[in-house]
């Protein structure tokens, strides 16, 4: 855990060094601007982690940790993944593939943000990180796509972190629920 806490420390080091100290921007957007496709987006993952719930029940065998530690992972998810993630992925390296690949530079970043996922296989078996690559791939396709149109990392860092949270949160909210 800590070392995921160390890892994002880090891409949002470098991306707000990029940023800010080497002068190197990209869009940022705000709450209000262009905000509706991330709205949706965001749906759309609350209703898919419902589904793969729904159609994958947790088991007995299910891992909940203990509750302090699953109150920090959860925050974690929602206030720090997202936002850290979308921009060095988003921002950063979307931002200068894009400038010097033109279209390409979508493709090239979302298939970054998702072989980056690799680093799961510190803590999960193969199975489960390979879907992983795919899923993150396949998110960061539409993602950056998104972000292209409306400019917004906001709105990405939003989607993001509830696509997060709901994956991590409706199976242990339905594992709770078959076992009280």
Known sequence: MVA???AHAWMAAIALGWF???????PIGSFTRRMRPWYIAALVLIAVSVGETVA???SAGFHVPAMPT?????VFLAFVVGPTEELLFRGVVQTGLRQSLGQWGIVIGALLFGFFHLINLVFQPLGTTALQVLTATVIGLVFGVLYDRTRNLVGASLAHSV?????AAIPLF??????R
């Open 20 to 26: 800010f100290l080497l002068g190197r921007r990209f």
């Open 56 to 58: 994958s029940p947790p």
């Open 70 to 74: 699953l109150i920090a992972q959860l």
């Open 163 to 167: 696509a997060d949270f709901s994956g």
């Open 174 to 179: 339905a594992y709770f629920l078959a076992n």
């Open 4 to 6: 995921n806490y160390i």
